[in-house]
C-alpha cells in the first residue's frame, strides 16, 4: 500500500444514511492509478519534506472529485462497467448514483477546508478553475455528439478540459504547497497538460485496439457510440469518399451486429495507419511533457520520477 492508499483508507465512510455512503466508498475502493493524488504528493515532496499535511488533505480532495466525476459520466454515458465492476448506477440505481456524487463534491471541498489558511484561498482557487474546466470538457464532449463535424483542435481542446487540466492542477497545487518557485508552478503545469493529453489519447487507443481483461472494460465502446475520439477523426481526415461512406454507414447502422461493426470499422483504421498516428501524437505530447521537465529547478532524482511516470503512461495497457 503506498502512502495514499493509506490516507484514503482512514476515511471512514461507514456512515448514515449507508445508501448515500456506500456506493462512495465503493467508488474509491475501486482501484485504479491513483496518479492524480500521487502526483501531487510526489510535486510536494519535491519541494518541500516528506511529510505535508496540507498535501495530503488536498490529495483526498483531487481523488475524491476524480472519482466523483467519473461516477457522473458513468451514468451519462449509461455505462455498465468501471475498473471491471459494475458502475454505481448498475450496482444500485441513478439516483443514487447521483446524489452520492453530489456527496463525493462537498466532501472533497472538506478537505480543501482543512489546507492552512495562508495556502487555502489559492489551492481552492487552482481547484475551482480546475472543476468548471472539467464540466466544460465533459459538455464539450457531449455536444460533439450532436455534431456532424469536430476537427482535431477542437478535440484536443475538450480533452485538455476534461481530462489534461485535472492532472496538471494536481502537480501544480501539490508544488504550491511545498513553496516552487512561480516559474516552476507554469513548467509543472505545462508538464501536466501534456502528460494529460498523453493519457486520454492512450485510453483512446486501447478503447479500441486494448485488451479487454486488462483495460478493464469492453474493448470498441467509443465505435459502437460513435464518439468522435481522435481515432474516428483523424480517419475521416485521412479517408478517400468511399471510406468516409463506410464509416458513416457503419456508425449509422443499428442493425449490426455489435462485434462486426467493431471489426469493420477497425479494419478501415487499420487501412489508414490510424494506430501509428495515435502513437505518433501521443509520442509527440509525452515529448513535449519532458521537454517542461528540463526547465524545473528540482533534484535529478525527482524529475527522473517524473520522467519516469511520463513514459510508462504512454506505453500503459489499462
Known amino acids: 500500500m503506498n502512502d495514499f492508499e493509506q490516507i484514503l483508507s482512514s476515511i471512514d465512510w461507514h456512515r448514515e444514511p449507508y445508501s448515500l455512503y456506500e456506493p462512495i466508498a465503493y467508488t474509491l475502493q475501486n482501484g485504479g492509478k491513483r496518479l492524480r493524488p500521487n502526483l501531487l504528493l510526489l510535486a510536494a515532496q519535491m519541494y518541500g519534506s516528506a511529510k505535508n499535511t496540507d498535501a495530503d488533505n488536498a490529495a483526498l480532495a483531487i481523488e475524491i472529485f476524480h472519482n466523483f466525476t467519473l461516477l457522473h459520466d458513468d451514468v451519462m454515458d449509461n455505462a455498465d462497467l468501471r475498473r471491471s465492476r459494475p458502475t454505481v448506477h448498475r450496482k444500485w440505481n441513478t439516483n443514487i448514483a447521483i446524489l452520492s456524487g453530489d456527496t463525493m463534491i462537498i466532501e472533497a471541498y472538506s478537505y480543501l477546508a482543512q489546507i492552512s489558511e495562508s495556502k487555502q484561498p489559492s489551492v481552492i482557487r487552482m481547484f475551482n478553475k480546475m472543476a468548471s474546466a472539467v464540466c466544460e470538457g465533459q459538455q464539450l464532449d457531449m455536444d460533439f455528439e450532436k455534431l456532424k463535424s469536430v476537427s482535431?483542435?477542437?478535440?484536443?481542446?475538450?480533452?485538455?478540459?476534461?481530462?489534461?487540466?485535472?492532472?496538471?492542477?494536481?502537480?501544480?497545487?501539490?508544488?504550491?504547497?511545498?513553496?516552487?518557485?512561480?516559474?516552476?508552478?507554469?513548467?509543472?503545469?505545462?508538464?501536466?497538460?501534456?502528460?494529460?493529453?498523453?493519457?486520454?489519447?492512450?485510453?483512446?487507443?486501447?478503447?479500441?485496439?486494448g485488451d479487454e481483461k486488462t483495460f478493464g472494460k469492453p474493448i470498441g465502446g467509443d465505435i459502437l457510440e460513435a464518439k468522435k475520439t481522435f481515432l474516428l477523426l483523424k480517419a475521416f481526415e485521412k479517408a478517400d469518399q468511399q471510406q468516409k461512406e463506410q464509416l458513416n454507414n457503419l456508425l449509422a447502422d443499428t442493425h449490426i451486429n455489435a462485434q462486426e461493426k467493431i471489426t469493420a470499422v477497425r479494419d478501415i483504421y487499420n487501412a489508414?495507419?490510424?494506430?501509428?498516428?495515435?502513437?505518433?501524437?501521443?509520442?509527440?505530447?509525452?515529448?513535449?511533457?519532458?521537454?517542461?521537465?528540463?526547465l524545473l529547478n528540482a533534484a535529478p532524482q525527482q524529475l527522473q520520477q517524473l520522467r519516469h511516470i511520463a513514459l510508462q503512461l504512454m506505453k500503459r495497457e489499462k
Open 152 to 209: 482535431i483542435d477542437q478535440y484536443i481542446n475538450m480533452i485538455e478540459k476534461k481530462t489534461a487540466v485535472l492532472i496538471a492542477t494536481a502537480l501544480q497545487i501539490g508544488a504550491f504547497l511545498a513553496d516552487a518557485r512561480h516559474d516552476d508552478l507554469d513548467y509543472i503545469y505545462n508538464y501536466g497538460i501534456n502528460i494529460g493529453l498523453a493519457f486520454q489519447l492512450q485510453d483512446d487507443l486501447l478503447d479500441t485496439y
Open 272 to 294: 489508414l495507419n490510424i494506430q501509428d498516428e495515435t502513437e505518433n501524437i501521443i509520442q509527440h505530447y509525452t515529448s513535449l511533457a519532458l521537454e517542461q521537465l528540463n
